[in-house]
């Protein structure tokens, strides 16, 4: 089962809240899906990813099927109950991971043929061995295969990889369409670098396809802020309004919500995580860095009204005594605090657009932001 119901619109941009259902839950969208590369998310338990907000988390096609491999997930009926996390999974395809690792990889139409980062043996990830391992995860919602191009690239190179992940896509969708593959919802996904003329075609490419969700991929991979904005607006318009719409792999609290308001439904980013284990925390006014001596003696939790357990039971002090040690702990309570304020800004988003008052809580939400965008 998967179904998508736009239950709210903004009035004057395309902010939207909506619900996806799945066979293992509902879930609430615009949506932040924590990333669980390797059937964790780094760091917490599903419990506290439960008590952080999360309703989806992300897993990778790529690493789960090196390590611990197919063979290993299966003997437990899928990802879900290998990790102990009974809501739904999203898995990407793994296209963006053979695509960074450029000299380990050789491309055609057959699928990019790349060497293990771990043993260095040698292995074929075609359309149909996406989602063969996808369907051996138990992903409620899978990506077709797609080839991602780096920043800057030229026109020609850019229009290849696109019509690339269009012939991809179609093998994806023809190889789950028998059944066989055991994957939940299929996403095409949107490329074309940084050409709108290509991402529109892309975008139409696809829809003709008819997948229930689009993705829009190829963002957040070096270029300027302004264009990948100006990227996704024209990705994001160009996708049907009656399926959810992810933005892959973005970004900051601030990217979030301008997204939001040009139409996307869905994000992804290791941001939270990766930044808290290197001491930066999320707040309402910005980040702040725990290892800055000005909290050495700081009382206070790391935001005032911020209901999660880290900042309801540890002080500035602690946390950055226990980050300057390299206590493990350090890292726990800093994701803690960091998944739990992404998926609180996307609960504030929805609610703002139910109330009819994103205009208002975007226009606020900036001005919080970049009063202290950053300590240093």
């Known amino acids: 089962m998967f179904s998508f119901e736009v239950t709210a619109r903004a009035g004057d941009c395309g902010a939207r809240a909506g619900l996806i259902r799945t066979d293992r839950g509902e879930i609430r969208t615009p949506v932040f899906m924590p990333v669980g590369t390797l059937g964790t998310v780094k760091s917490l338990s599903p419990e506290e990813l439960l008590g952080a907000g999360a309703q989806i988390i992300l897993g990778n096609t790529y690493h789960l099927y090196l390590r611990p491999g197919c063979d290993v997930i299966k003997r437990f009926s899928g990802l879900h109950r290998f990790m102990n996390w009974h809501r739904p999974i999203l898995t990407d395809s793994g296209g963006f991971q053979v695509f960074s690792l450029g000299r380990l990889m050789e491309l055609s139409d057959a699928g990019a043929a790349f060497r293990s980062h771990i043993d260095g043996s040698a292995h074929l990830l075609s359309p149909e061995k996406a989602m063969e391992i996808q369907g051996c995860i138990g992903s409620d919602i899978a990506m077709c295969l797609d080839q991602c191009v780096a920043y800057p690239a030229d026109r020609e190179t850019a229009a290849e990889a696109m019509d690339r992940t269009t012939r991809w896509a179609e093998r994806c969708k023809t190889f789950a369409s028998r059944g066989e593959a055991g994957v939940g919802a299929l996403f095409g996904i949107v490329q ?36 990948m904005y100006e990227m996704g607006e024209v990705s994001l318009s160009a996708l049907p309004h009656d399926c959810p719409r992810y933005v892959m792999g973005v970004g900051t609290p601030e990217d979030l919500v301008t997204l939001v308001a040009l139409g996307a439904d869905m994000f992804d980013c290791v941001m939270p995580t990766r930044n808290a284990r290197n001491g930066q925390l999320f707040t309402r006014f910005g980040t702040i860095n725990i290892a800055n001596a000005r909290h050495r003696l700081d009382s206070s939790p790391v935001e005032a009204d911020c209901g999660c357990y880290t900042c309801r039971n540890y002080s500035r002090a602690y946390l950055r005594h226990l980050y300057l040690s390299k206590e493990l702990l350090a890292y726990r309570l800093n994701t803690i605090h960091n998944i739990y304020y992404y998926t609180h800004l996307m609960a504030a988003v929805r609610e703002a657009v139910e109330a009819g008052e994103f205009a208002d809580f975007r226009r606020g939400f900036i001005q919080d932001w970049h009063r202290q965008a950053t300590e240093e």
Do not use: I, N
């Open 192 to 227: 074309g670098g940084m050409h709108e003329d290509l991402r529109r075609a892309s975008a139409a490419a696809l829809t003709d396809m008819g997948f229930p969700g689009y993705a829009v991929g190829g963002l957040s991979v070096g270029e300027p802020k302004t264009l």
